[in-house]
């Protein structure tokens, strides 16, 4: 495949946050390398995701089992279950390696998740980190940085 | 309507030998009383001493609801002050931690304080002059907590003159502090970035009690530490297991890895699960790091130190370590049905990095608000939260293993599943509870 073309790679982050709002997490899971990583970090500017703590550094094995719980008939903080929606910024493309096939884009966000009564607002940047494999984009690596990352939070159970 | 403020017996009465009444979670007036007299009278963990390594550098807490200060002072011993500036209550620093310099300045009206909390300066003093500054609380500057102990850089304090003295208090319980400095090989810890902080719409006792709560992680963790081993069971055969599937799986143990874990109960409501092993002992060794331990100690206390896999270590009233993996949770009061839990991690200072990958691994996966084995506890203190407003029940029940002879304020050892921890904490608390009243 040619290189992608700046709105193929806007479309894919848009498409992305869809399968989410949707439930679609097979899909949504099948968009990440077999080596991905999907990082939330805990600190403002946090460059380290291995020894500073993080509210999620996830490789495809844990996201795997977060996907496989959402299913589970005993998952009870999933009785009933969380809904979320996305509500993004265009896409921005900071950086093209095209010889590569390395892609970066830059996604201010609000995140909503709701369950039961309750319903929660996050903003946040997401950092899309984008490679070709066999032709077709994949997420290599998803940074999602919380405006408020270091403030107290009760549960967080699906994808921003 | 005051029902409990004042009244001793009304205390006591709530805590049976084997149950205790759902106003100690629920009712308001309870939990201030908790606040003026359970936290005062009892040794409330502030912080670690490497969160302020130079004169100056202050970390903000609370003690029960109360903000305070620890401080290192410019002789290097550290202090803790009530937050607050003696003039107009203005909270003096808003940052968690920081450097004051040399002094604390109020940013109200620059009222200045030693790092010890006495006053250095007031603006245009002479407004002062024979008022009796002297004599009011203003005039004695920032309120120190008057009792501080610092247990091999774990700061403690105790807010009132009544109760007991560090040592006794907690007893040979610190054996579990002990053993997690130990594990560095220069008995060393610093505290590694900043804490998880998690909100749970519950009271804080239920997070303590779930602790030793040794019949919940087959069951309410099998979403997600059973869906772990599941999804784990189709990787290749030959693959080298991954660090979170050593974490996730002892979750799913059968009862009776629990029941033979075993549970030690000390005085004064502290006790630890995991005596004989732990979902801690297995995980894989780290290259170098035994060599190291064996340089610094000799190879048989190496193998005491880190044959100890002590689970969870409750230190009441509102703290638990787990020493295999330099991980503390501080369960943080803030109203009757609301707790901040804080969790903080160390790194083992001069042992191997990966020691410090794990224990952030392992707070991500156990204890982060986004974490799945979190999910599903929190769900259980908040249905918990709500269903103890039955009428028709008035008690939660802490019997299992009791026995009528069971003495209080004593140090034993017991099968892993029994409640006589919960029994522990709530004979210190009926206690620590009503020393004050």
Same mark, same amino acid.
């Given at each position: 495949m040619a290189s992608p073309t700046d709105k193929e790679i806007i479309d894919f982050v848009i498409h992305e946050a869809r399968l989410l709002d949707q439930h679609r997490f097979e899909e949504w899971l099948a968009l990440y390398t077999d080596d991905a990583y999907y990082w939330m970090p805990l600190e403002w500017g946090q460059t380290d995701p291995k020894l500073v703590g993080s509210l999620m550094y996830e490789d495809k094995l844990l996201l795997q089992i977060r996907v496989e719980r959402l299913k589970g008939n005993r998952t009870f903080s999933q009785k009933p279950k969380s809904r979320c929606h996305h509500v993004l910024q265009t896409p921005q493309i900071d950086s093209r390696d095209d010889a590569k096939g390395e892609y970066v884009t830059w996604t201010p966000m609000h995140y909503i998740e709701t369950r039961y009564d309750d319903q929660q607002l996050y903003a946040a940047w997401a950092t899309h980190t984008l490679t070709l494999v066999g032709g077709v984009l994949k997420i290599k690596l998803k940074r999602v940085d919380l405006v408020n990352c270091e403030a107290a939070f009760g549960n967080i159970q699906l994808f921003m | 309507m005051t029902r409990y403020r004042g009244n001793v017996e009304a205390i006591r009465s709530l805590v049976r030998p084997a149950e205790v009444h759902r106003d100690v979670y629920v009712d308001d007036e309870v939990f201030q009383l908790e606040m003026e007299h359970l936290f005062a009278n009892t040794w409330v963990y502030i912080g670690h001493e490497s969160q302020i390594p130079n004169p100056g550098d202050y970390y903000g807490t609370t003690i029960g609801l109360q903000p305070v200060l620890m401080v290192r002072h410019t002789d290097q011993t550290v202090k803790v002050l009530f937050n607050r500036c003696p003039h107009k209550g203005t909270r003096i620093t808003t940052e968690t931690c920081g450097n004051a310099g040399k002094f604390f300045r109020c940013p109200y009206h620059a009222w200045s304080f030693k790092t010890d909390g006495s006053l250095l300066a007031?603006?245009?003093?002479?407004?002062?002059?024979? *008022?009796?500054?002297?004599?009011?609380?203003?005039?004695?500057?920032?309120?120190?907590?008057?009792?501080?102990?610092?247990?091999?850089?774990?700061?403690?304090?105790?807010?009132?003159?009544?109760?007991?003295?560090?040592?006794?208090?907690?007893?040979?319980?610190?054996?579990?502090?002990?053993?997690?400095?130990?594990?560095?090989? &220069?008995?060393?810890? /610093?505290? #590694?970035?900043?804490?998880?902080?998690?909100? @749970?719409?519950?009271?804080?006792?239920?997070?303590?009690?779930? %602790?030793?709560?040794?019949?919940? =992680?087959?069951?309410? @963790?099998?979403?997600?530490?059973?869906?772990?081993?599941?999804?784990?069971?189709?990787?290749? =055969?030959?693959?080298?297991?991954?660090? #979170?599937?050593?974490?996730? #799986?002892?979750? $799913?143990?059968?009862?009776?890895?629990?029941?033979?874990?075993?549970?030690?109960?000390?005085?004064?409501?502290?006790?630890?699960?995991? !005596?004989?092993?732990?979902?801690?002992?297995?995980?894989?060794?780290?290259?170098?790091?035994?060599?190291? $331990?064996?340089?610094?100690?000799?190879?048989?206390?190496?193998?005491?130190?880190?044959?100890?896999?002590?689970?969870? *270590?409750?230190?009441?009233?509102?703290?638990?370590?787990?020493? =295999?993996?330099?991980?503390?949770?501080?369960?943080?009061?803030?109203?009757?049905?609301?707790?901040? &839990?804080?969790?903080?991690?160390?790194?083992? &200072?001069?042992?191997?990095?990966?020691?410090? /990958?794990? *224990?952030?691994?392992?707070?991500?996966?156990?204890?982060?608000?986004?974490? !799945? !084995?979190?999910?599903?506890?929190?769900? $259980?203190?908040?249905? #918990?939260?709500?269903?103890?407003?039955?009428?028709?029940? %008035?008690?939660?029940?802490?019997q299992r293993l009791y026995d009528s002879n069971e003495p209080v304020d004593v140090t034993a050892e017991t099968n892993g599943t029994t409640e006589w921890q919960m029994r522990n904490q709530f004979h210190a608390w009926s206690k620590f509870m009503t020393m004050s009243m």
């Open positions: - | 007031i603006p245009l003093k002479k407004g002062y002059e024979n *008022t009796g500054l002297e004599e009011s609380h203003a005039g004695k500057g920032m309120a120190p907590v008057r009792h501080v102990h610092n247990y091999r850089g774990f700061v403690f304090a105790k807010v009132n003159d009544v109760g007991l003295g560090f040592e006794e208090f907690f007893g040979d319980s610190l054996s579990s502090f002990d053993n997690m400095i130990d594990r560095s090989p &220069v008995g060393k810890l /610093e505290v #590694a970035g900043s804490p998880l902080r998690y909100m @749970h719409n519950c009271n804080w006792k239920m997070l303590v009690e779930n %602790q030793t709560d040794t019949c919940h =992680p087959m069951v309410a @963790h099998e979403s997600s530490a059973g869906t772990a081993v599941n999804v784990w069971k189709n990787a290749p =055969p030959g693959t080298k297991k991954p660090m #979170a599937v050593e974490i996730f #799986a002892p979750f $799913m143990s059968p009862y009776e890895f629990f029941e033979n874990m075993g549970i030690r109960v000390w005085p004064n409501g502290h006790g630890h699960t995991g !005596v004989h092993h732990s979902i801690h002992s297995d995980y894989s060794a780290i290259p170098g790091y035994f060599e190291k $331990m064996v340089a610094a100690y000799g190879e048989e206390r190496a193998k005491r130190i880190l044959g100890e896999n002590r689970h969870n *270590t409750v230190y009441f009233p509102n703290l638990m370590i787990k020493g =295999p993996i330099q991980l503390i949770r501080l369960f943080k009061p803030i109203a009757a049905n609301k707790t901040l &839990v804080e969790s903080f991690t160390f790194r083992l &200072v001069d042992a191997p990095d990966v020691l410090l /990958e794990r *224990t952030q691994m392992y707070n991500r996966l156990i204890n982060a608000p986004t974490s !799945v !084995v979190g999910h599903d506890d929190l769900e $259980m203190y908040e249905r #918990a939260q709500e269903g103890l407003h039955v009428d028709a029940n %008035q008690w939660v029940n802490v």
